[in-house]
């Protein structure tokens, strides 16, 4: 399989020029939806290395359950480095599969206590469930039943009327389109390989900005929903003090702007940066997947030639 | 009201406020009418310290949970939430562990940095002209 088999633990790197960019030059939606398929193609091409490594790192240890063709020298040749690589891949796929585990068993816990407080509530249907609290906030909480957006009193009386409706909007969209499963793909994602945890986050402005779009629809008026992010997190506590000040500014304004801005395009042209980093991103995705097909494959044929039937 | 200035039992922290707030409210909610804070902490049957259950009925008053009228030397507790207060106090323990909020749930603003603010005004005066 020779060096096929590294190059989806690197190739998530030829995705951060389009993380990077697809929130100014794509449309939230496409841009979503993009990184997602990409973040997942590159995490599975990275977890089925992973799995390939292992398995030629675990002929390293004595006494292996595993048939004795697979710590044959000509296995092992298949794969350069294969002791180094193969105890690293020991320990890299243990970190995963926890990291994995444990990013799951939160969203279980989150999901299922957030479903008991709201359990005492008569079933709301499409309506929001409206909690008496002086804090201001606003979430859509999935669930079987199609989620349930809960929003506090605090946050409603610090909007106008108007402003409500974009603000239900947007989380409605967030229930419609199931955000949520974006999200937890791309967590998932950056659990398996670091370098995909840029992806991730461009998932979650882009999803905030999908659903900003789609709220501007249900409205009909993108500077009422652009009003309506700004107040809403004008009244939200701020940072807590002493995160770093970066230069750039933070998410929220950035979605005003764009709502300010005119409608995005769907695609960027193929001439542009942002054209030429999706496709570089594709094709970095394409890569992935062949080159961990085509590991895959080998060590088949391998095991296969050194096996006696 | 600042955090600190409540000392409740070592044992009830561990425990977590909005545990026990959850527990304080549900047991204030089954009472026949106005009760003490001794019936209260009968109730419970947690071994919490009196001043434990005071704390969190003096919290749950802050926060508009529970009614207090002064009967003799003492209060006498009711509980003011309805079902929607009780599922407040609930989503508030959920979302005061920053932690698992931020990695599980989309808020629908996130936390502005410093200097988001004045930004933040300068684009809402522009948004509010053109209305």
């Known amino acids: 399989m020779g060096v096929a088999v590294f190059l989806p633990l ?18 939230p939606r496409a841009a979503a939806r993009l990184l997602t398929a990409i973040a997942v193609a590159m995490a599975v091409s990275c977890a089925v290395s992973l799995v390939l490594l292992f398995v030629v790192g675990t002929a390293n240890i004595p006494g292996n359950p595993l048939p004795d063709s697979w710590s044959d020298p000509d296995v092992r040749d298949a794969v350069p480095f ?13 970190a995963v599969v926890a990291a994995c585990a444990r990013t799951l068993l939160r969203e279980r816990r989150v999901r299922s206590r957030a479903r008991h407080a709201l359990a ?10 409206v909690l008496p609290d002086p804090e201001p906030y606003a979430y859509a909480l999935p669930g079987p039943d199609g989620g349930r957006i809960v929003v506090s009193t605090a946050m409603l009386a610090g909007l106008a009327e108007d402003e409500r409706a974009a603000l239900l909007a947007h989380e409605r969209a967030h229930l419609t389109h199931r955000h949520h499963r974006h999200l937890l793909a791309t967590r998932l994602a ?37 009003r309506a992010v700004a107040r809403a997190a004008l009244i939200s506590r701020p940072a ?30 193929a001439h542009s940066p942002a054209g030429l980093a999706t496709m570089v991103a594709a094709a970095g995705a394409a890569a ?10 080998a060590l088949l044929i391998l095991l296969k030639l050194t096996t006696p039937l | 009201m600042s955090e600190d200035q409540d000392t409740p039992s070592p044992r009830a922290r561990r425990r977590g406020q909005g545990e026990l707030e959850v527990q304080v409210l549900g047991a204030l909610r089954t009472a026949p009418g106005p009760v003490t804070a001794a019936w209260v902490q009968e109730r419970l049957d947690d071994g919490l310290a009196y001043t434990t259950v005071m704390t969190i009925l003096s919290r749950l008053h802050a926060k508009g949970a529970v009614s207090r009228a002064r009967a003799g030397r003492s209060y ?13 106090l609930r989503m508030r323990r959920v979302l005061d562990n920053q932690a698992d909020r931020d990695a599980v749930l989309a808020s629908f603003v996130t936390a502005l940095l410093p200097q988001d603010e004045d930004l933040l005004r300068a684009l809402l005066d522009a948004a509010s002209e053109g209305a």
């Open chain 1, 10 to 27: 690197v190739l998530p790197l030829t995705a951060l020029p389009i993380a990077r960019l697809a929130g100014h030059h794509l449309h």
């Open chain 1, 120 to 129: 005492a509530l008569p079933p709301g249907g499409p309506d929001p469930a």
């Open chain 1, 82 to 94: 294969h002791r180094e690589a193969g105890s690293g891949a020991i320990v890299a796929l243990t």
């Open chain 2, 76 to 88: 006498r507790w009711r509980a003011a939430a309805d079902a929607a207060g009780l599922a407040a």
């Open chain 1, 288 to 297: 992935s997947v062949l080159s961990a097909l085509n590991a895959a494959a």
């Open chain 1, 240 to 269: 807590p003090a002493g995160l770093a000040a970066f230069a750039a500014p933070g998410p929220v304004p950035r979605r005003v702007a764009a709502l300010l801005g005119p409608v995005p395009h769907s695609w960027p042209p």
């Open chain 1, 190 to 226: 950056a659990c398996v390989n670091p370098f995909l945890r840029p992806l991730h986050r461009a998932v979650g402005y882009n999803t905030e900005r999908w659903a900003d779009e789609e709220a501007a629809g249900a409205v009909g008026d993108r500077r009422l929903t652009a």
